[in-house]
């Protein structure tokens, strides 16, 4: 288009972790311009967040009706809105982005129920809008490449997927003293969903075994959990998987295992061999087969597949991760988004970010975990078309 695409952010006043994480992102490749914000659910203080933002006084507004309002009247108003509120919050904000007309970029999970998460589903399809979930995860180079390895059937047919995350931000119980704003509603399940932990980052594991064996979840059998005394959410899952191309697989998902950071891991077998990517060692994808010494492939370096180099920054050794992954869906979005708006062909590359189809099929994912417990056997997912 020429010029970055017009931004506008729900969520994130100054001090929220994840907002300055999404604002750093969509800044780093130029592609898009923040220029409108509803910062807070507090009018007062979203409207004073116009200066720490860098807004101008007047496009710093006090509620989403007002911004969605007042920038549809103006010839530079905002063309895409970026979501990074609680839980509970982002089905209505989309739906009052959609109808107006304005391409979506949304922080998982997609939302806390089924119903509304299909009903998004419909609304993103009537529109012809673009609709991107930040699982970031999906953005960086190595995953990508594990990704397109076993598209082009180096691992032969998948037969074993293990994926876990855990970390350790909920293994003392918190919820007695003061907490942290973003403790707060992420402890109450009316705000961050029926499962915590299930929503918070088992939906991240769960999209990376999708995303990197091109198999849809069918079915699984779980034991979600509170393992923190008197805890009232979720902090831990174990599950046993079944994929809709007949891989089995295995799940552990915490947010209290005492020490642990953020270690998010996938393993992948198939019949001609096995990969393994760690995300604190994101750099480097380690490859093996029966009989062969293991070979490490490292970001970077030309050799790698196209869907690896496109997103790769820096030269091999020096290390992209968190930030990057987030930054390389705002640019594979804001490419989906300038092409959609001039009505040209965007880059085939860019069409891997997590849309509101796999936003989906990650409340479906959780839903049918819950009912897992519930009825201690094997739920079949619902499927999102």
């Known amino acids: 288009m020429g010029r970055p695409l017009r931004l506008g952010m729900v969520g994130g006043a100054p001090g929220a972790l994840i907002a300055q994480v999404h604002r750093t992102a969509a800044k780093l490749d130029d592609r898009f311009e923040l220029v409108a914000s509803v910062a ?8 004073a967040a116009a200066g720490p933002l860098g ?30 509120t609680p839980n509970d919050s982002h089905y209505p904000i989309c739906v009052a982005a959609l109808a107006a007309g304005r391409d979506v970029i949304c922080d998982k999970p997609l939302t806390n129920t089924l119903d509304d998460a299909r009903d998004l589903v419909r609304r993103v399809g009537a ?29 032969g047919e998948i037969r ?64 979600p959990a509170a393992t923190v005394p008197g805890r009232v959410t979720d902090d831990f899952v174990g599950a046993l998987l079944r994929f809709a191309g007949g ?4 799940m552990w998902v915490t947010n209290s295992a005492s020490g642990a950071e953020n270690a998010l891991a996938i393993r992948v077998f198939g019949s001609d061999g096995g990969l393994e990517w760690r ?22 370096h030309a050799d790698l597949l196209p869907p690896a180099v496109r997103v790769a920054r820096t030269p091999p050794g020096h290390p992209e991760g968190f930030q990057e992954g987030f930054a390389n869906l705002y640019a594979d979005a804001a490419e989906a988004i300038a092409a959609r708006r001039a009505g040209t062909t965007p880059d085939p590359l860019a069409l891997d970010f997590p849309s509101v189809e796999d936003g989906a099929r990650g409340v479906a994912f959780v839903a049918a975990a819950l009912a897992s417990r519930d009825t201690g056997g094997w739920v079949e997912l619902e499927t999102i078309d």
């Open 279 to 300: 995300q604190n060692q994101p750099n480097h994808l380690v490859v093996t087969r029966q009989g062969e010494p293991a070979r490490t492939f490292s970001r970077g």
């Open 40 to 47: 807070s659910s507090d009018p007062v203080k979203a409207r």
């Open 55 to 84: 807004l101008a006084a007047d496009r710093a507004y006090g509620t989403l009706e007002e911004m969605l309002a007042q920038e549809a009247a103006r010839e530079d108003g905002i063309e895409v809105v970026a979501v990074v």
């Open 247 to 250: 891989a089995r697989g295995v």
């Open 127 to 155: 529109a012809g809008t673009v609709f991107c979930l930040t699982h970031n995860y999906s953005g960086y180079p190595m995953a990508r490449q594990a990704r397109a390895m076993v598209a082009a059937g180096d691992l």
């Open 160 to 223: 074993q997927v293990f994926v876990e995350y855990s970390n350790g931000s909920l293994s003392r119980r918190v919820e007695d003293g003061d907490m942290l704003p973003r403790l707060r509603w992420r402890l109450d399940p009316a705000r961050s969903g029926p499962s915590l932990v299930l929503g918070d980052i088992g939906t991240h594991a769960h999209q990376l075994a999708c995303f990197v064996t091109g198999q849809q979840l069918a079915s699984i059998a779980a034991d």
